[in-house]
């Protein structure tokens, strides 16, 4: 089963209006991710003054709530408390998406992270990382090391704590294990982020252009083969119902080129340490948003505040989906009494497909795009933003000839015959 953007809710973010300012402080990492999709090491570290020079320009031109601090690995930039302090002078929020290898024996650095004003952690855990100590080690085993940076920051207290993982076909499977694991974490877990793989096929149907020319493309994200190119938020969303009956999406985002694609699901499931009850709307979802940016002037994605009152399922009187999570709760409240004096929390899964090379060539982007960043003064994807830095432009990808049915050449444009003067009459 495929989600319907009929019965979700279409984020109402723009270019100039968006909840998310994508910071990279440097492009240097402590290990490997296969998927990734910057260089090791190019320019290294930014100074401080133009980072600073970068958080304003995101927060004049994107009107930021939070600000996504990344990589790169952030926490090995030598400036970084400095940076969450500045981030958040500028009341936004600082976000650090880190591989947490600098916090695995350091709840000290954590503290001073908080103090300095970060709200929380994306914690990127998954099987194609060469991780030290972790290498090798399977989707499984990397419960242990999750468990450890989610009961870290438990301790600590008042941060918002998410995992990403990138989906690979070879790991699909594993993802409603994760799932599973999180919501048995819901105190302490507040989301999961579930990036689709993609990757550029070098030597197929298509060839690379920058201002016209042919180059022999060098970014990260190249590929011999297209063997794992085509998972899509779908595949993802489709795998997790499989075992989850209280799950279901409640907003999207859309693609730049393609009607049907959705580069972005995000739900909200509610539920308790011992169960899960189902996911809100998409009302509440609108809701959520039109309050905070009456309120607050900005539209919001992370919150480090994921403890609900009861009287929330309140809402069940304008959304469908709170009205059955409600109606799951009380009758297991009749099985089990003390169930009614258990938190209650919300938790979100963020499903995300990138970019896709389109039959024409095209290449179809996540609509209003949360993680523009910064180039040479100018926002850029994220995603694509090593093709700035090697080639100063976007890289286009064109069809390579081919013959035609006939068996004859096909006509390039300037051999095409004109009949007649196309000049234009004197009459």
């Known amino acids: 089963m495929a989600p319907s953007k009929r019965n979700m809710y279409r ?54 709530d939070n600000i996504s601090i990344a990589g790169g690995e952030p926490l090995i930039h030598p400036d970084i408390l400095d940076i969450v ?14 591989n947490g290898i600098r916090l695995e024996n350091n709840r000290e ?11 929380g952690f994306t914690f990127h855990i998954d099987s194609e990382q060469h991780r030290p100590r972790w290498k090798g080690k399977t989707e499984h085993e990397l419960f242990e090391l999750r468990q450890h940076f989610a009961d870290m920051a438990h301790s600590v207290g008042g941060l918002f704590v998410s995992f990403g993982m990138t989906v690979y076909p070879g790991n699909l499977d594993f993802v409603p294990d994760l799932v599973r694991w999180a919501n048995q974490n819901i105190d302490r877990v507040h989301g999961l982020v579930l990036i689709g793989f993609r990757n550029a096929v ?24 297209d063997a794992e190119s085509y998972l899509t938020s779908s595949d993802i969303y489709a795998k997790i119902q499989e075992s989850f009956p209280h799950y279901e999406t409640s907003a999207y985002m859309g693609g730049t080129q393609a009607h049907d694609k959705i580069t972005w699901l995000v739900s909200a499931q509610l539920g308790t340490r011992t169960r899960m009850y189902g996911s809100v709307g998409p009302k509440v979802m609108e809701l959520f948003q039109v309050i905070h940016h009456l309120q607050h002037g900005t539209y919001v994605i992370y919150s480090p505040s994921h403890r609900i009152p009861k009287i929330a399922f309140l809402l069940g009187l304008l959304d469908k989906g ?15 009494p003390g169930e009614l004096f258990r938190p209650l929390y919300v938790q979100s899964i963020g499903i995300i497909q990138g970019p896709d090379l389109l039959e024409d060539g095209r ?29 100063g432009s976007y890289v286009v990808a ?25 000049a234009p009459s004197s009459n």
């Open 322 to 336: 709170v009205r059955q999570a409600t109606g799951e709760f009380f009758r297991e409240v009749l099985r089990r």
């Open 109 to 119: 650095f954590m503290v001073e992270l908080k103090k300095a004003g970060a709200v």
């Open 363 to 391: 290449v179809d982007m996540c609509e209003s795009c949360p993680d523009m960043t910064v180039w040479d003064g100018k926002l850029v994807h994220s995603c694509r933003m090593d093709e700035w830095r090697l080639y």
């Open 11 to 64: 984020f109402p973010w723009s270019g100039n209006d968006n909840p998310i300012g994508w910071l990279e402080v440097t492009d240097r990492c402590n290990t490997y991710c296969r998927g990734c999709y910057r260089i090791n090491g190019m320019q290294g570290h930014k100074s401080l003054e133009q980072i600073k020079e970068e958080i304003n320009l995101l927060k004049t031109w994107r009107n930021c």
């Open 398 to 422: 064109q069809r390579r000839a081919k013959e035609a049915t006939n068996g004859q050449e096909v006509i390039a444009p300037d051999a095409i015959p004109v009949v007649g003067d196309a």
């Open 202 to 225: 070098m030597g197929g149907d298509f060839e690379y252009l920058v201002d016209g020319k042919p180059i022999n493309m060098q970014t990260s994200y190249v590929a011999d083969s």
């Open 85 to 98: 302090a500045y981030i958040r002078s500028q009341k936004m929020k600082p976000l650090i998406l880190t």
